[in-house]
């Protein structure tokens, strides 16, 4: 099975380099199409281009290798992400506990259209344990999924991909103010599934709009294949802009990198439950013990603003779970609880920033005791030097992590990383 993975992997990065080659050579004849939302995420340096395209496009970071065949009927974008991590963990007396020096992620990405740009696909495969989540059976497939767009507002899809939930969990790994995403996040996130996924844009318009997401998946994450209890997950998602879109789909990447010249704000809401879950997290997580499931339901409220350089987002997000403590024996359980998640960050001069992030967690007091604490924090400053917008850049962040009437006191409590991420 790794020897046929091997190869296929081979094959599509070979196709991918043929068609950069070919887009090299060959003058554009079709009409630049809208990137769909879900497959496209913004950067920065589309931000420096302005004009009409050149005949011949030439490799641009951050935006693939391109090839589009004469006339409309196919079109694929090849995207290459990198993520070199290195990072410190000290305990409360600044005694070195870890060291982590790794490759973070190592992603290759297809996105286009096939015989009509009303079809467009999306393919992301993940090379590392991070990007894979290895705790799941054959994870290097991310996303593979095929979108039919009727209409510009109107979406469907059928594949695997994230579940649209929360704010923090939809913005890609390559798109952040920080190293990683939060605690909190980490928490209670959902991931990737296999399923039905709707999506209404409202049109763009200078007032009010909003955006509608809902879906229909299997429930036990990627590349699982099959659920023999019938149980699936629910999720919906409503996203208002009550003063008009941001420019260059900024909902979808942190930091003000696109410069807003007037105040522009997101407030969303979702709720997403999972009937006959198996796993503690629902899409990620241990199984339960003895083939038992649980029905638990996760929701989320999201609230950003931007504005000339200063960006603010807040997250709430929290899971309920009427059962979700088992046996001592089993040590298995849910976190139910909520948390919240507070960051701001300023670009100086549109190449660097500077970032602040507060993250709380608040279990449910029947889980505190397999939780280990009461409350925990984390506290998180950052500086980023976008050197191509988010895709060439350098960041580094410090953490301090508290835990409220802790069970244990040798948790780490200082955190230092340094992150180099590219996207070409």
């Known amino acids: 099975m790794q020897t046929d993975l091997r190869k296929t992997v081979s094959v599509l990065l070979c196709l991918g380099l043929f068609c950069g080659t070919a887009a090299g050579q060959a003058p554009e004849t079709v009409p630049d199409t809208p990137p769909h939302p879900a497959i496209a995420p913004p950067t920065a340096a589309s931000a420096q281009t302005s004009g009409p395209m050149p005949a011949k496009r030439a490799l641009e970071i951050g935006k693939g ?79 593979a999924i095929l979108y039919y767009r009727p209409a510009p507002a109107w ?5 695997q991909t994230k579940i649209q939930a929360g704010r923090a969990q939809i913005t890609s790994s390559g798109v952040l103010q920080f190293v990683d995403r939060s605690i909190v996040n980490r928490e209670f996130g959902a991931d990737r599934d296999f399923g039905i996924f709707i999506r209404y844009d409202l049109p763009r318009g200078d007032g009010f709009t909003f955006s509608a997401k809902s879906s229909v998946t299997l429930g036990e994450g990627r590349n699982w294949g099959r659920s023999s209890n019938g149980g699936l997950v629910y999720t919906r998602r409503l996203e208002f802009y009550p003063l008009g879109r941001f420019k260059e789909k900024g909902e979808s990447f942190e930091g003000d990198l696109a410069h807003e010249e007037q105040v522009k704000i ?33 929701w989320y409220a999201d609230f950003l603003l931007k504005y000339r350089g200063f960006s603010f987002c807040a997250d ?11 046996d001592d024996e089993a040590r298995t359980w849910i976190y139910t609880g909520w948390g919240f998640n507070a960051q701001a960050g300023y670009i100086i001069r549109r190449k660097w920033e500077v970032s602040l992030r507060s993250s709380m967690l608040f279990p449910r007091p029947e889980v505190q005791a397999r939780a280990g604490y009461e409350r925990r924090s984390q ?46």
């Not at 979406?155 to 594949?159: A, Q, W």
């Not at 030097?385 to 409590?413: C, E, P």
């Open 316 to 326: 709430f997000m929290g899971r309920t779970c009427s059962d979700p403590v088992f």
């Open 155 to 159: 979406s469907f899809g059928l594949g």
């Open 266 to 298: 997101l407030l969303a809401g979702a709720y997403s439950y999972n009937h006959k879950a198996v796993r503690t997290h629902g899409q990620s997580g241990d199984l339960l013990p003895d083939g038992a499931s649980r029905n638990f339901g996760s």
């Open 65 to 143: 290798i391109t090839y589009r065949s004469p006339g409309e009927g196919f079109s694929l974008t090849m995207r290459l992400r990198m993520q070199d991590l290195v990072a410190l963990s000290f305990n409360r007396s600044f005694g070195l506990d870890e060291i982590e020096a790794r490759i973070k992620r190592l992603q290759v990405k297809f996105d286009g259209y096939v015989y009509s740009p009303k079809l467009v696909y999306s393919i992301q495969l993940g090379f590392t344990g991070h990007a894979a989540n290895a705790r799941s059976n054959s994870n290097i497939i991310s996303d």
């Open 379 to 424: 506290t998180t400053a950052a500086v980023s030097r976008y050197i191509v917008g988010h895709a060439l850049k350098v960041q580094a962040d410090i953490s301090y992590n508290h835990r409220s009437h802790a069970a244990k006191n040798t948790y780490s409590r200082w955190f230092f990383a340094l992150q180099l991420g590219i996207d070409i």
